[in-house]
């Protein structure tokens, strides 16, 4: 048959003066046009990582020991993901079925779009907060509804309940929140959930580990909890006890106090009857095999865990009092980062870092956080060099916290999330 016609009965004529061939004219879904980019600055991070929140020494000596065991045969396996769930699930008191893992949060916030969002549907959360919220909510042609921090930066729980409508689908708790370090009760996530037995309420626990408080408890199904270690990942009330809301995830992820960034992987874990509907979404593979075998030696090492918590919660404090002794307003973090305010010159101090060998992230574009620019906390030497850099940045800078309420010199036409 001649390319330049179609024969198929029933099939719409194609002119072939006036058939474009160019791949030009393909759109995609309209709610992917209007999709924002998330564009971090992942490029030549050679300098002292105090930019993005992740570990930034490296994952449990387990790891290497069971990484060294994986055979050059193993590679050409396909994944298989249940195994290491089991061994999680068991970790966190919970059964099998409860817990999906995922390449990482990001893939589990998509899938949890992806499996609950219609068109049209309302997505509420409060901003400034995690951009990926915002990609795939719109992607799926939700309506957003973010509610906007005050200056205090704590999580606004009466105007974000008054925000609930019975298009509400989904809700995004994230605590602690990033860029902010701001907290979520457990009251106030209890609330919220019952505000809206319509939506599914994810809460995004990626940064557990620096604060310690969590609702992964009330996925437990049974009542006895005196088997929960002393230094649980789960703690509240078991689903059984009355009044406990039916419609919460929690996700969780390995890049953070687990050191496993670059392998990818995190988990969803839930109800049953709402990880069921999950995993059908969920590409079988979706966690490679050294990701597993990763997490496999990691989930019970907590002397390494504790380690790493400590070095955080010790560089936490003396970088805030670095701070406080500058002057430089800052707000309070549960998390394994500090948000300050530098004000105008925002870009200035970021390069400055730089040039010492600190590379730190501006965060003035967004939401409510014009000047401001967040430090992420590492171990002992690396507190001790970004502290050295802080100091000698804003020195050289002549920086004085006189400046920080002055207005913006460029003011932004439209927000470039990175
Ligand atoms: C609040 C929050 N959730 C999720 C993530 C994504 O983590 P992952 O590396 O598991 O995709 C981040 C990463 O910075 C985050 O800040």
Redesign the pocket.
């Known amino acids: 048959m001649s390319p330049e016609s179609t024969t198929t009965p029933g099939a719409p004529r194609i002119d072939s003066d006036t058939w474009d061939r160019s791949a030009t004219t393909i759109q995609p879904r309209r709610a992917i046009l209007a999709m924002p980019e998330y564009h971090p600055p992942l490029a030549g991070r050679t300098a002292l990582r105090l930019d ?2 992740e570990n930034t020494h490296a994952p449990s000596p387990r790891v290497r020991e069971a990484l060294g065991q994986l055979s050059l045969a193993s590679f050409t396996v396909y994944p298989e993901r249940t195994p290491v769930e089991a061994v999680v699930a068991q970790h966190l008191q919970l059964l099998p079925e409860q817990v999906l893992l995922t390449n ?3 893939e589990g ?1 998509h899938l949890v779009c992806f499996t609950f969002l219609e068109e049209g549907d309302e997505c509420l959360f409060a901003v400034p ?2 951009f ?1 919220y915002d990609v795939n909510a719109m992607g799926m042609g939700a309506k957003l509804v973010r509610v906007q921090a005050d200056e205090t930066l704590a999580f606004p729980f009466e105007r974000f309940l008054a925000a609930i409508t019975p298009k509400t689908k989904l809700i995004i708790l ?1 605590t602690p ?2 860029p902010t370090g701001a907290v979520i009760t457990r009251d106030q996530i209890h609330t919220i959930a019952k505000a809206a037995p319509h939506a599914v309420i994810l809460v ?1 626990e ?2 557990f580990h620096f604060h310690g408080d969590t609702v992964m408890g009330n996925l437990v199904t049974t009542d006895d909890l005196s088997s929960r270690p002393e230094r649980s990942e789960v703690e509240g009330p078991a689903s059984s006890t009355p009044d406990v809301p039916q419609n919460i995830l929690v ?1 969780r ?3 953070k106090a687990y050191g496993l ?1 670059n392998l ?1 992987v ?1 988990l969803i874990a839930g109800p049953v009857s709402l990880m069921n509907h999950l995993r059908k979404a969920s590409s079988p593979y979706n966690v490679n095999g050294v990701a597993l075998a990763a997490v496999q030696a990691s989930v019970g090492d907590t002397e390494y865990l504790d380690w790493y918590v400590s070095q955080m919660h010790e560089g936490r404090a003396r970088v805030e009092k670095a701070l406080d002794n500058m002057k430089v307003p800052r707000w309070p973090s549960h998390a394994n980062f500090v948000l300050m305010h530098i004000g105008p010159r925002h870009k200035e101090f970021v390069a400055q870092m730089l040039a010492r060998g600190v590379l730190i992230r501006d965060r003035s574009a967004d939401p409510g956080l014009d000047g401001c620019v967040r430090i992420t906390i590492g171990v002992e030497d690396q507190t001790t060099t970004g502290i050295a850099a802080l100091r000698d940045s804003l020195a050289a800078m002549n920086w004085t916290p006189a400046e920080v309420n002055k207005p913006e010199i460029e003011p932004k036409d439209t927000p470039e999330y990175e």
């Open positions: 993005f929140n990482a949060v990001d916030i907060s995690f990926m994230t929140n990033n995004d990626a940064y996700a992820t390995f890049s960034a990818r995190g």
